[in-house]
């Protein structure tokens, strides 16, 4: 089993940037799938962006050019580098790491861009 914790959401206006890291209780190494999920207010959760043990990633087109994902196996980490943030970004953002066919999630973090 692997506990994860989000950290580095907040508020943030239009056109600022943010880091979001994902801190794993016990070594990522072997866990070849993780991401980032979110969910907007009254919304469904959605695919942000993931990343894979060899470090291939895939974005939604609606954060491409402007979210970079990458993670840190040594620090047992994942992170999140968010810019050119716009307003339909705020969200609940959700760290998941895919262990034994189960997904395990984080408990979120918030990340709300306004003026």
């Known amino acids: 089993q692997v506990q994860l914790v989000e950290s580095g959401g907040g508020l943030v206006q239009p056109g600022g940037s943010l880091r979001l890291s994902c801190a794993a209780s016990?070594?990522?190494?072997?866990?070849?799938?993780m991401g980032w999920y979110r969910q907007a207010p009254g919304g469904q959760r959605e695919l942000v962006t993931t990343i894979t043990s060899g470090g291939s990633t895939t974005y939604a087109d609606s954060v491409k050019g402007r979210f970079t994902i990458s993670r840190d196996n040594a620090k047992n980490a994942v992170y999140l580098q968010m810019n050119s943030l716009k307003p339909e970004d705020t969200a609940v953002y959700y760290c998941?790491?895919?262990?034994?066919?189960?997904?395990?999630w984080g408990v979120g973090t918030q990340v709300t861009v306004s003026p």
């Open positions: 016990r070594s990522i190494f072997s866990i070849s799938n």
């Open positions: 998941y790491a895919d262990v034994r066919s189960l997904r395990r």
